[in-house]
């Protein structure tokens, strides 16, 4: 019995479906005309009738997209899959059945233009206000501002009585008060145009605009005067905001990059130009390692921290087995060995990988923005590097303060004689430190993966700001490579656009120079009998 009731349900539901598919079949009939009047008629008419199908909504983004085709003798709607010269793969728009491809000329193409498209962005808008899912409503909100229309006033009306979602009622309040600013009574208005100058959206800078320049009455001009410099005011600010933020994302990215220099520069007297290299092999370990693991971009980015740090180490200290312990106190020879072996490493990579870039897959959660409002969002993968430039520098701080490691570290570095004398393996120690300098580079090649692409020469664009921070910031120094990343970032991205991004790095560096001829080590110069030498 019960079985026999299922059966009849399903057969129901089935018989409603395909006479809800054969009655959208009939209204869009009209769209094979070459009218874009009649095809407006027509979406507008079945957005009207047939808000919550799934078919509808698949038909409209088709037509959007411009793969929306009917045959010219069964006038047989059909989505194209793919061209494959002359012949054409489609599926059934209502079936989604795919079909024996045929020759183009047996299709014509339902044509839009730049109105249609608005209008059906308009209509999937409001297909998608009424849905259960709450970022389907906020999305389809934001298309209704953007492209806000008197005809969406009872849409916004209906929607407003039933949303409960904070973040989605404030977009949908500020369509219906850009809506009220244009098209209400006089008192609507009045009260409209005086709330507009709370809001940041273009959206209601530009009804501000239209308004002022279509209205005679003084007041009301006024008052769209006093809300659009409201607007323009509090946009200033959150711009303010917005380049601190980034000059504070670009001084992390300095502090990543200085950082291993700080050490093998600062604290260990090389001067090593492969250092940017080393970042070179951090963003390749993690290029590699997506390579390898497709099915785990979403913790690649994680995996490659620990491995790039243990790779580019293990170059680090190579390096330093093979070449730099033969040139202790001589840093002008440090010099021009590194660059040598930075020519090398280079040559190596476009030989394994090609001299094209590479891109780096973004993971998904950090990708997007954080919209803080209108006027300012703070893009995911940015903020992420602030944060973690930051727990890499409290870990090298810890390391050298804190750990056995770090104490040898300081002591051969101030008396490499006295360390010896004391039993400390000096040779071992000037390994460890150049390797954990290099490592630390790697890991900058890791977060810098995520902002550009992967090539051979993506350390080379570090290299000189590197040696700029830790010069700055005072030698041997981490505080002061701190201080230096972070006021080196703000200040390139004050002047950035003012005097473009070339003249703003000549201008920082000649500011560099100038600071050095008054204070020649630094910010926070090194103190102690080291510092004498």
């Known amino acids: 019995m019960i079985k026999r009731i299922i059966s009849i349900i399903l057969l129901n539901i089935l018989f409603l479906t395909n006479l809800y598919s054969n009655t959208l079949q009939e209204n869009i009939k009209p ?22 199908d799934k078919n509808l909504i698949y038909l409209l983004n088709t037509m959007l997209k411009g793969d929306l085709y009917f045959t010219k003798y069964k006038k047989q709607f059909v989505k194209l899959i793919k061209k494959d010269g002359k012949i054409y793969h489609t599926k059934d728009i209502f079936t989604k059945e795919t079909l024996e491809p045929q020759k183009r000329n047996m299709f014509k193409k339902v044509k839009t233009n730049n109105k249609i498209r608005g209008i059906i962005r308009s209509k999937l808008a409001e297909l998608h206000l009424f849905s259960d899912d709450k970022k389907t409503r906020l999305k389809s909100a934001k298309n209704i501002l953007k492209n806000i229309s008197e005809s969406s006033t009872p849409l916004i009306k209906k929607a407003l009585i039933s949303e409960k979602e904070t973040s989605i009622r404030d977009v ?45 009455d003084e007041n009301i001009i006024n008052l769209v005067s006093i809300s659009i410099e409201s607007i323009e005011s509090s946009k200033s600010f959150y711009g303010v905001i917005e380049t601190l933020f980034f000059g504070l994302s670009q001084g992390s990215v300095l502090l990543l990059a200085a950082l291993g220099l700080a050490i093998t520069f600062g604290v260990m007297k090389v001067i090593n130009m492969a250092h940017g290299e080393m970042m070179m092999i951090g963003a390749y370990t993690t290029f590699t390692l997506q390579q390898v693991m497709p099915a785990f971009i979403e913790y690649s980015i994680i995996i490659a921290i620990p491995l790039a740090f243990l790779v580019s180490a293990m170059v680090g200290v190579t390096i330093e087995r093979l070449v730099i312990r033969h040139l202790y106190g001589r840093p002008l020879e440090t010099l021009l060995a590194t660059f040598g072996i930075s020519l090398i490493l280079q040559q190596i990579v476009r030989t394994v990988y090609s001299p094209l870039n590479q891109e780096v897959k973004t993971p998904e959660w950090m990708s997007g923005a954080w919209e803080i409002n209108s006027a300012l969002s703070i893009t995911f993968n940015r903020l992420y590097i602030v944060i973690f430039s930051i727990l890499v520098f409290i870990s090298v701080l810890l390391l050298l303060k804190k750990t056995s490691l770090g104490l040898k570290v300081r002591a051969v570095t101030q008396n490499r004689e006295m360390a010896q004398a004391m039993g400390i393996k000096t040779g071992f120690i000037d390994a460890m430190t150049f390797g954990i300098g290099s490592g630390i ?91 004498q030498d």
């Open 441 to 531: 580079a790697g890991v900058a090649g890791v977060a810098l993966s995520q902002l550009t692409n992967v090539g051979p020469n993506l350390g080379q664009a570090y290299i000189v700001d590197s040696f700029m921070v830790v010069v700055f910031g005072g030698v041997g120094n981490l505080w002061g490579t701190l201080i230096a990343a972070m006021s080196l970032g703000e200040i390139n991205k004050i002047i950035e656009p003012l005097a473009g991004a070339v003249l703003a790095k000549v201008i920082i560096l000649v500011f560099i120079i100038l600071f050095i001829q008054k204070r020649p080590r630094g910010l926070f110069p090194q103190k102690g009998r080291d510092a």
């Open 172 to 216: 949908l309040v500020e369509s219906y008060t850009i809506l009220q600013a244009r098209f209400g009574t006089d008192k609507e208005k009045i009260k409209a145009i005086t709330e507009l100058g709370d809001y940041l959206s273009p959206q209601a800078l530009q009804a501000l605009i239209k308004i002022k320049s279509n209205s005679k």
């Open 31 to 52: 769209l094979t005309k070459s009218s874009f009047k009649t095809k407006q008629k027509v979406i507008e008419n079945i957005v009207e009738n047939n808000t919550d």
